[in-house]
């Protein structure tokens, strides 16, 4: 089967499961006493939850909130198309997976990171020495993640096909444990798994983001939430509170970082670093933030990756770009 067909064939698939699991959950969205529910998906070792919670965000709300743990970006977009998650926070790929899939999904905030938590790492003894070693080998990756399209960056800029690399269709779990049997040559990351392989691992960083991809991450919902006008005003509620736990966690790095290590059960170093190497900050929705997602979009394309050219216009709104503007830091402070 060909790799441009196999791709359309997941996606059909994938269309078909979560439509299924959205015909189960579409009443979803208050609970008995009719107060409104906001179903939010936080993934394994992003925190979010924490994150809030430690920046005294999730105080004095005046809806629910039902967290469900996801295990990287895509299966929260899947739970967003299928009506059982209102909102998740994912990088700058997920995003293009599901717009091709056709999943009803939308981007209504933004964010930018430092790229040298997303890395490409190897073992530290590793024949690998430069991305053209990358040829012929086995590279475990998650597949639609941010770090998808950094190894197809790597790739390209460096002379080599996607398909020259045998990729392994990992999540974060089980390509640490394929890296550390063996079983894998390297692995396209993010943090804290980046940070987690170096300092635990002794895995060495063979490249990271910089000058291959962007920092962009998004908040994304459903048209269905947005359509509803309780759970709308809950979303931007609940937006502009993880704008502002946001600021906080980038003003108080070991703050937040020891909370952090507490809450996951991360080593404290590890957590460390991770945090400097992922510093965020939040921006609106303009037109390069666009532009650099629809590059992504036509470079996955342009490879077969995904069955079809992606206008990813379509699927942002800058509704909120006004929660965004007041999370920006203020001189002085």
């Known amino acids: 089967m060909s790799g441009r067909r196999g791709a359309a064939l997941a996606l059909v698939a994938l269309g078909a499961l979560v439509a299924a699991l959205g015909g189960c959950s579409s009443g979803a969205g208050s609970d008995e006493n009719g107060q409104v529910v906001l179903r939010v998906g936080d993934q394994k070792g992003a925190s979010l939850q924490d994150m809030l919670a430690a920046a005294g965000q999730l105080d004095g709300l005046t809806y629910k909130v039902k967290w469900s743990l996801f295990t990287s970006g895509p299966p929260i977009l899947e739970g967003i198309n299928a009506g059982s998650v209102d909102f998740g926070v994912v990088g700058n790929t997920p995003p293009v997976f599901a717009a091709a899939s056709g999943a009803r999904i939308v981007l209504v905030g933004a964010t930018t990171s430092r790229l040298t ?80 392989a170096e300092l ?25 939430t947005l359509k509803n006008k309780a759970r709308s005003a809950a979303l931007k509620d609940f937006l502009s509170r993880y704008q ?10 070991e703050q937040w970082a020891a909370i952090w ?37 036509d470079s996955f394309a342009g490879v077969g990756l995904v069955p079809r050219k992606v206008a990813i216009a379509g699927f942002f709104d800058r509704r909120f770009n006004d929660l965004a503007v007041a999370a920006r830091p203020q001189q002085g402070k």
Do not use: C, M
């Open 117 to 196: 938590g997303q890395a490409i790492v190897v073992p530290k003894d590793s024949p690998v020495r430069t991305p053209a070693d990358l040829k012929g080998k086995k590279v475990a990756v998650a597949k639609g993640s941010s770090a998808n399209y950094h190894l197809l960056s790597v790739l390209t800029k460096n002379g080599l096909k996607f398909g020259d690399v045998q990729p392994q269709y990992l999540q974060p779990a089980d390509a640490l444990t394929a890296l550390t049997g063996g079983r894998v040559d390297a692995w396209a990351t993010w943090e804290p798994y980046t940070a987690q």
């Open 200 to 224: 635990q691992n002794g895995a060495r960083i063979l490249a990271d983001g910089t000058g291959y991809t962007n920092g962009y991450g998004f908040q994304v919902t459903s048209k269905d």
């Open 244 to 253: 502002r736990a946001v600021r906080w966690s980038s003003s108080h790095p």
């Open 261 to 297: 290590a507490k809450q996951t059960r991360l080593a404290g170093p590890v957590a460390e670093r991770a945090v400097r190497r992922r510093l965020t900050t939040v921006i609106p929705i303009d037109d390069s933030v666009i532009a650099a997602e629809q590059q992504i979009a």
